[in-house]
Every structure is written in structure tokens, then in C-alpha cells.
């Protein structure tokens, strides 16, 4: 199990960006991390996977662990090594590399298995398989963000934190993601899925937590937050 306990971040030594989370992403579960703007979600994922040093923030109190290890101040690579991979918000692929150029790219401590994990995501993803000569730029936002979460699968992650996959995608690109994502997780992989789009996160999540001002205000079952006031009103559009 992935976890964070109690855990407080600060960006430039001022800005309290994490307050005190916990949270848990249990083997093969999808958990849902919902909130407003601002309320810490991407902090999370960055403590989790290694990325805050990049972003001049650093973890002041509490930990993050794996299967109980303490791996707090572990790097971004070593934590991929553990199977933690991260899938960065605004879909980042090298645009000027080829589809496949950009899958390989993701292999890159996993070179055994690079030709099963490539079949694997060329199964997952078609179209990525039809446009595998294609420089990524050229790929359309929807194929771009696929892309993205192919590269990450191409070293078979225990966990995948994925930053807003659906933003900006058409509701039919949003519905494809979604299936996607469903069957990684039917695979093996625990998701946490950072989203605006609640309904979609809803839909396929086990658990869910929202968070606000760095606070996690709720932390229940994704169908008792399907059913709740709130939630219904200010995050599914409900109301
Ligand atoms: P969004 O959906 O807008 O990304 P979020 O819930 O992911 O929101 P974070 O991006 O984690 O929230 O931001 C949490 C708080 O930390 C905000 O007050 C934000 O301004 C601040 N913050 C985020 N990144 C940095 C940074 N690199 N330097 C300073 N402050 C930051």
C-alpha cells in the first residue's frame, strides 16, 4: 500500500501547501482526489513520486510510505524503480520523437520487458500502435495524452498517479481515458487520479478524498461521495 501519513508541505520555505494529509492508495484500488484549484493535489502527487525538489518545495512534517518503508526522501528515480510513476498534468511527451521513440523513452530501467511492455500498451492503445512513426507532436490532445500514460506503463508501475488526464479533452476523448484507465486498473495497477472532471473519477473510482486548502475535508467510499449533498452540489453539478 501507498500512503502518506500527517504529511505538510512547503513551497519556499512559506507557502503551507499540505496541512496534515493522510491518505491511502491500497493495491489495485483507483482512488479519486477531488478539490478546488490551489487545494494541494498536485503537491500530493509531487511528494509522492519524488517531484517537489524540482518545484523548491520540500516535505516539513510526516511521511510518505510504501508497504510501511519510510520513502519520504527518496528521488523520483528511485521511487519509479519501487513502481510509483507519475503522469505529469499538460500531457509532456518529446514532440519531436515518434510515438514509439517516446514509448522506449519510458522503458528505460525496464529494458528486459521492454518488448511484452510495449505489445502491452500497443494493445491498450491502438491508435498508438497505428501512429507509432509519427512524431508526437503531430499527435491530437486526446492521442498526446495517451501517449503520456503509455509511457509511464511501459516500466508496469505497482502505482500510477495520474494529474488531470481528462482536462481539456473532448467529452467522447474523456469517455476513451476513462475505459482506459479502468482496464489498467483491471491489470493490476493502483491508480490515484487526480480530477476536475468528478464525475468521470467517480464513476470508476473504489475510494475518494477532496481536499481543500491543503486539508482533506473528506475521505469516504467514492459511492457514499456519490451520494453526498455536497459533493453532489459542488463537484458533480447536482445540485
Ligand atoms: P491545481 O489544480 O490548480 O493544480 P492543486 O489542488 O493541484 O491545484 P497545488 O498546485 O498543489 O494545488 O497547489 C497548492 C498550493 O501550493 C497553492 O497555494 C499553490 O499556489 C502553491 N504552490 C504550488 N506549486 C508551487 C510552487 N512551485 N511554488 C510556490 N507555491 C506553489
Redesign the pocket.
Known amino acids: 500500500m501507498l500512503a502518506v501519513q500527517n504529511l505538510e508541505v512547503v513551497?519556499?520555505d512559506v507557502?503551507l501547501?499540505l496541512r496534515g494529509v493522510s491518505l491511502a492508495v491500497p493495491d489495485g484500488q483507483v482512488v479519486a482526489l477531488l478539490?478546488a484549484?490551489?487545494?494541494?493535489?498536485?503537491?500530493?502527487l509531487r511528494a509522492l513520486s519524488g517531484l517537489l525538489d524540482i518545484?523548491?518545495?520540500e516535505i516539513r512534517k510526516g511521511t510518505v510510505t510504501l508497504d510501511g518503508d519510510d520513502i519520504s526522501h527518496l528521488a523520483a528515480s528511485a521511487l519509479a524503480r519501487r513502481g510509483i510513476k507519475h503522469v505529469l498534468?499538460g500531457r509532456r511527451v518529446f514532440k519531436e520523437l515518434t510515438t514509439d521513440e517516446n514509448l522506449r523513452v519510458g522503458a528505460h530501467a525496464d529494458r528486459r520487458n521492454l518488448k511484452a511492455n510495449l505489445e502491452r500498451v500497443h494493445t491498450l492503445f491502438p491508435v498508438l500502435h497505428e501512429r507509432r512513426d509519427s512524431p508526437a507532436g503531430l499527435l491530437s490532445g486526446g492521442e498526446q495524452q495517451m501517449l503520456a500514460i503509455g509511457r509511464a506503463l511501459m516500466s508496469d508501475p505497482r502505482y500510477l498517479l495520474l494529474d488531470?488526464p481528462s482536462l481539456g479533452l473532448a467529452p467522447k476523448v474523456v469517455e476513451q481515458i476513462r475505459d482506459i484507465i479502468v482496464e489498467i486498473n483491471a491489470q493490476g495497477t493502483g491508480i490515484l487520479l487526480?480530477e476536475?472532471n468528478a464525475v468521470m473519477a467517480l464513476s470508476i473510482a473504489h475510494h475518494g478524498y477532496v481536499?481543500e486548502n491543503?486539508r482533506v475535508v473528506m475521505d469516504r467510499t467514492a459511492e457514499q461521495l456519490r451520494e453526498d449533498a455536497d459533493v453532489r452540489e459542488f463537484y458533480l453539478g447536482l445540485g
Open positions: 513551497y519556499d507557502v501547501a478539490g484549484n490551489g487545494g494541494g493535489k498536485s503537491t500530493l518545484h523548491d518545495g498534468e488531470e487526480v476536475q481536499l491543503g
